[in-house]
T-cell receptor, first 113, second 112 residues
Framework: DGGITQSPKYLFRKEGQNVTLSCEQNLNHDAMYWYRQDPGQGLRLIYYSQIVNDFQKGDIAEGYSVSREKKESFPLTVTSAQKNPTAFYLC????????????FGPGTRLTVL | GEDVEQSLFLSVREGDSSVINCTYTDSSSTYLYWYKQEPGAGLQLLTYIFSNMDMKQDQRLTVLLNKKDKHLSLRIADTQTGDSAIYFCAEILVDSWGKLQFGAGTQVVVTP
């Protein structure tokens, strides 16, 4: 079955630590995205990538980093520079020419202790 | 604040119709989307409409677009308990590839 997976589902981090969230897709999609969701708010774009070895900042990239070494994978690192990292993180992918039709993973809930 | 605006909450009785409203800002948007999010899960694309259409129907879902007022609505006929979720309206910005602009979402609660 084709789909997009995120791991882990729940993640706890101490202040000052970096943490990496995994996102993998087997849909053969060129484009991948990372969003942050806070209660009562819409999704905010962190980073996106249209093709392997290339990515662009979204609206709230500060304190985050990504890599796109493989088509299937788009990991997100939440660094200690992110002031308020506790949130629900969603990864998505799409065909490059249909950027509005995104397939989402199940999400990772990150809590900073 | 959000560029795409939605009411935050809607309560509806099982079997009734639900209407979720959205206003958007970019008059040059080419496509507008409705996504559904069940508790603790990712989003699922429900339907979308091209900007030169006024209406699109897909089984129990009807999308209405009023370009003059930049108003989009999603009607769910015969609402079921499984329709309880958060519904997001989103627009794709013409000058920003890949940047879906989401509203804050409407929490729909279906009561028996």
């Amino acid at each position: 079955d084709g789909g997009i997976t995120q791991s882990p589902k729940y993640l706890f981090r101490k202040e000052g630590q970096n943490v990496t969230l995994s996102c993998e897709q087997n849909l053969n999609h060129d484009a991948m995205y990372w969003y942050r969701q806070d209660p009562g708010q819409g999704l905010r774009l962190i980073y996106y990538s249209q093709i392997v070895n290339d990515f662009q900042k979204g609206d709230i990239a500060e304190g985050y980093s990504v890599s796109r070494e493989k088509k299937e994978s788009f990991p997100l690192t939440v660094t200690s520079a992110q002031k308020n990292p506790t949130a629900f993180y969603l990864c998505a992918s799409s065909i490059r020419t249909k950027a509005g039709e995104q397939f989402f993973g199940p999400g990772t809930r990150l809590t900073v202790l | 604040g959000e560029d795409v605006e939605q009411s935050l909450f809607l309560s509806v009785r099982e079997g009734d119709s639900s209407v979720i409203n959205c206003t958007y800002t970019d008059s040059s948007s080419t496509y507008l989307y409705w996504y559904k999010q069940e508790p603790g899960a990712g989003l699922q694309l429900l339907t979308y409409i091209f900007s030169n259409m006024d209406m699109k129907q897909d089984q129990r879902l009807t999308v209405l677009l009023n370009k003059k007022d930049k108003h989009l609505s999603l009607r769910i006929a015969d609402t079921q308990t499984g329709d309880s979720a958060i519904y997001f309206c989103a627009e794709i910005l013409v000058d920003s590839w890949g940047k879906l602009q989401f509203g804050a979402g409407t929490q729909v609660v279906v009561t028996p």
